[in-house]
């Protein structure tokens, strides 16, 4: 379980403070994929930034499993960050000059742990990069360097995995792809991922959205379908777009 209770995160002081989230409280079950939706400046990236650990927070807790992050210097956090907490970016951010497979492989080297026997097997498997594992990942297509660093942001088993924006610079086939990846590898390994999006038909494709507005919580969709996502935002003070 992972869970933000009563964050506030206020930006700067006096009168030029922004507050970014007001009292936000959401909790992430293991095994399950959320989407987090909101309109532009609700919060979402802010909300991502805390509960991995990688900004403070003015007030409230944030918590993995039995371990209160929010109360951890930055030296005791940076362990956590590197076992418990993946991410995979908007842009993707390979290393170009190593092929896909090394790219996915470096979390393990990094940490110095050794991969398990069938990760090859494995990674033959995983459509789209299964012939590509030599190549130069600058050799690779927007899609196909997006599952890389989705299999890289999954190869250390992380508590819980931050897709931000993932599909946010690929079009509309390589994203279906690259979704469908996400949901598959999180559902086959019981992965807790949670993803930024601001796209309603990619929030319907995780288990639950939990949607954003004016700094706060404002909606938890079970099961959410792009009507129900598109209703819910049609109905939020000041949602950018309908989408
Ligand atoms: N470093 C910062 N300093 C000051 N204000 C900030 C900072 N980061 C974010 N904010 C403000 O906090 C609020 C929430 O921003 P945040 O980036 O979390 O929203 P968002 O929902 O992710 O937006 P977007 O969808 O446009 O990326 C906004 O009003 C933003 O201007």
């Known amino acids: 379980m992972f869970s933000a209770v009563q964050v506030v995160k206020t930006y700067g002081f006096g009168e030029t ?14 095994g399950r994929f959320t989407a987090i939706k909101g309109p532009s400046g609700s919060g979402k990236s802010t909300l991502m930034h805390c509960l991995a650990g990688l900004d403070t927070i003015t007030s409230g807790q944030i918590w993995v499993g039995g371990t209160e992050l929010s109360t951890l210097s930055d030296r005791d956090l940076t362990r956590p960050r590197r076992d418990r907490i993946g991410f995979i970016f908007q842009a993707f951010n390979l290393v170009p000059h190593l092929s896909a497979l090394k790219n996915i492989t470096l979390p393990l080297a990094l940490t110095g742990r050794p991969h398990g026997p069938g990760l090859m097997d494995h990674l ?36 819980v995995v931050f897709a931000d924006e993932p599909t946010g610079n690929l079009d509309s086939r390589s994203s279906d792809e690259v979704l469908s990846l996400l949901q598959s590898l999180t559902m086959d390994r019981g992965q807790t991922t949670v993803m930024v999006t601001h796209d309603g038909a990619t ?29 819910a935002m049609a109905g939020l003070r000041g949602a950018s777009s309908p989408r």
Not at 20 to 28: D, I, N, P, R, T
């Open 17 to 30: 403070s922004v507050r970014a989230l007001g009292q936000v409280s959401v909790g992430f079950e293991s």
């Open 124 to 159: 033959v498997g995983v459509p789209g990069i299964g012939g590509r594992l030599s190549h130069g990942s600058a050799e690779l297509s927007g899609g196909q360097q997006q599952r890389v660093a989705i299999v890289r942001g999954l190869i250390s088993r992380p508590a």
């Open 203 to 231: 929030a319907a494709c995780a288990h639950r959205a939990v949607l954003l507005s004016d700094n706060r919580v404002v909606n938890d969709i079970p099961a959410p379908s792009v009507a129900s996502v598109v209703a």
